[in-house]
């Protein structure tokens, strides 16, 4: 599926998860579509423990994986699992953003990075199923607190339209 869980075989990890990552001292973060595990690999360098998801199979030491696949209505993977961050780059399924807050533990962070509309412009994706509408994320995961968002055309990795969110769980436990 064109873009829908493609992460361009990048190794780096993304500015934008590089930013947010020391917010969170310390639990366990959810790495949703996690690829090859590029933000897998930064967050257990900083000491976190990390359940890296991905339809497939991948070997990423220190991580607890679980291969699913996200989309083909399977129940989700990590019932009643709660976690201090959950990472999602260069992915997106829209049906699975009640899941995402649902498993933010109280004071959790979503960081979320993926393609946006105009993208086709620059490549894969092209699909609008798997481009966001300006402002999507902000409305989408409007019950949480936004700590940061930005949407509009980046050059790193490569050039792309791009929207950032990272909001916080403010539920109490």
Same mark, same amino acid.
């Given at each position: 599926?064109?873009?829908?869980?493609?992460?361009?075989?990048?190794?780096?990890?993304?500015?934008?998860?590089? %930013?947010?990552? +020391? %917010?969170?001292?310390?639990?366990?973060?959810?790495? &949703?579509?996690?690829?090859?595990?590029?933000?897998?690999?930064?967050? &257990?360098?900083?000491?976190?423990?990390?359940?890296?998801?991905?339809?497939?199979?991948?070997?990423?030491?220190?991580?607890?994986?679980?291969?699913?696949?996200?989309?083909?209505?399977?129940?989700?993977?990590? +019932?009643?699992?709660?976690?201090?961050?959950?990472?999602?780059?260069?992915?997106?399924?829209?049906?699975?953003?009640?899941?995402?807050?649902?498993?933010?533990?109280?004071?959790?962070?979503?960081?979320?990075?993926?393609?946006?509309?105009?993208?086709?412009?620059?490549?894969?994706?092209?699909?609008?199923?798997?481009?966001?509408?300006?402002?999507?994320?902000?409305?989408?995961?409007?019950?949480?607190?936004?700590?940061?968002?930005?949407?509009?055309?980046?050059?790193?990795?490569? +050039?792309?339209?791009?929207? %950032?969110?990272?909001?916080?769980?403010?539920? %109490?436990?």
């Amino acid at each position: 599926m064109e873009g829908s869980q493609g992460h361009g075989g990048a190794l780096t990890p993304s500015d934008w998860v590089r %930013r947010w990552a +020391p %917010r969170v001292a310390a639990g366990t973060v959810l790495d &949703l579509a996690c690829g090859t595990g590029r933000h897998s690999r930064l967050l &257990l360098a900083r000491g976190l423990q990390v359940v890296a998801v991905d339809r497939d199979a991948h070997v990423i030491p220190g991580a607890r994986f679980i291969q699913a696949d996200l989309e083909d209505g399977s129940p989700w993977p990590l +019932p009643g699992e709660r976690f201090q961050a959950v990472v999602v780059t260069n992915y997106l399924h829209r049906p699975l953003f009640p899941q995402l807050v649902e498993a933010l533990a109280p004071g959790g962070l979503l960081i979320y990075e993926t393609f946006l509309l105009g993208n086709e412009r620059h490549g894969k994706p092209s699909n609008p199923e798997f481009l966001l509408r300006p402002g999507e994320l902000l409305e989408a995961f409007r019950g949480l607190a936004i700590l940061g968002f930005e949407e509009g055309v980046t050059a790193v990795p490569k +050039p792309s339209m791009i929207q %950032r969110l990272c909001a916080a769980n403010a539920a %109490r436990g």
